[in-house]
């Protein structure tokens, strides 16, 4: 079956350090790539999505790009800042059953 | 005004006793979701409706019945709660469509004692 895999957290980094998340996706045929972050109490926010191959999502200075030869979608940011502190989810959206399939998440600290 | 709302946002109740939980969404969606997230945050979707239509239901017990009454709700009742149900369950909507985003509520956290 679909399924994501993510790098266990926590990822600690001080404030303006470089981040990546690495993301790879097990799945049948090209589904939609999805970055979700969770904030402390709250609910999840969609951070940037891919529809297809070597596209790139973008959105408040995070970035991931679609790769199909490496079934990644890793997460990157230049300069993270401790408001970054949250949980990151990457996802899949199964294309057979209308699904989002979740990876396990990785929990982010920033410390100033 | 808040897109997808979720009531109640906490929930404490003991073993044995029948609880719901509430969702609406405000955004015209037609599908709607309901996610489990366990206490090491990992997701999994429970169920999905589309136009009040129930089109997916994962292996959950059939203690959990969900019930859209219309488009815009789609509530989740739990019999017989266990202590194993204890979690933050979301509820999200989407339009219908393979790369449609989904949008998430704020969660209800449910603890069973």
């Known amino acids: 079956g679909n399924s994501v895999t993510q790098m266990e957290g926590p990822v600690t980094l001080s404030e303006e350090a470089f981040l990546t998340i690495n993301c790879t996706y097990t799945?049948?045929?090209?589904?939609?790539l999805f970055w979700y972050v969770q904030y402390p109490g709250e609910g999840l926010q969609l951070l940037l999505k891919?529809?297809?191959?070597?596209d790139k999502g973008s959105n408040k200075g995070f970035e991931a790009t679609y790769r199909k030869e490496t079934t990644s979608f890793h997460l990157e940011k230049g300069s993270v800042q401790v408001s970054d502190s949250a949980v990151y989810f990457c996802?899949?959206?199964?294309?057979?059953?209308?699904?989002?399939?979740f990876g396990t998440g990785t929990r982010l600290l920033v410390s100033p | 005004d808040t897109a997808v709302s979720q009531t109640p946002k906490y929930l404490v109740t003991q073993m044995g006793n029948d609880k719901s939980i509430k969702c609406e969404q405000n955004?015209?969606?037609?599908?709607m979701y309901w996610y489990k997230q366990d206490s090491k945050k990992f997701l999994k979707i429970m169920f999905s409706?589309?136009?009040?239509?129930?089109?997916i239901n994962e292996t959950v017990p059939n203690r959990f019945s969900p019930k859209s009454p219309d488009k815009a709700h789609l509530n989740l009742h739990i019999n017989s709660l266990e202590l194993g149900d204890s979690a933050v369950y979301f509820c999200?909507?989407?339009?219908?469509?393979?790369?449609?985003?989904?949008?998430f509520g704020p969660g209800t956290r449910l603890l069973v004692l």
């Open positions: 996802a899949l959206m199964d294309t057979g059953f209308q699904k989002l399939v």
């Open positions: 799945a049948t045929g090209y589904p939609s």
């Open positions: 999200a909507s989407s339009l219908q469509g393979l790369q449609e985003t989904q949008y």
């Open positions: 409706y589309n136009n009040k239509e129930l089109i």
């Open positions: 891919a529809t297809k191959a070597d």
């Open positions: 955004l015209g969606h037609d599908t």
